[in-house]
Nanobody, 115 residues
Framework: VQLQASGGGLVQAGASLSLSCIAS????????MGWFRQAPGNQRELVAM???????NYADSVKGRGTISRDNAKNTVSLQMNSLKPEDTGVYYC??????????WGQGTLVTVSS
């Protein structure tokens, strides 16, 4: 499976941003999908995760500001982030767990939030 993310960029604090990711490959059977981020000097951390059934989990830092969604038929996952803060800055990585291939990460997309 390959993951291609898009939607990063430079935004001002308080703005909104939407990230999208599409998984491609042959005979995919994808379970969890999600987003992680890594700020400079920090470890990669979970932002949000969604199961195939649509159950979601969010980092405390984005609860109430982020919404993760997926389209199982298209193998896509999206993240809508509102009221962005400078501390949301980082490289955002798309994640997918394919049932035969295991965990896969996208190449990352940079989100920069200016104050």
């Amino acid at each position: 499976v390959q993951l291609q993310a898009s939607g990063g960029g430079l935004v001002q604090a308080g703005a909104s941003l939407s990230l999208s990711c599409i998984a491609s490959g042959t005979d995919l059977d994808i379970g969890h999908m999600g987003w992680f981020r890594q700020a400079p000097g920090n470890q990669r951390e979970l932002v949000a995760m969604i199961t195939w059934q649509g159950n979601t989990n969010y980092a405390d830092s984005v609860k109430g500001r982020g919404t993760i969604s997926r389209d199982n038929a298209k193998n896509t996952v999206s993240l809508q982030m509102n009221s962005l803060k400078p501390e949301d800055t980082g490289v955002y990585y798309c994640y997918a767990f394919e049932m035969r291939q295991g965990a896969t990460w996208g190449q990352g997309t940079l989100v920069t939030v200016s104050s």
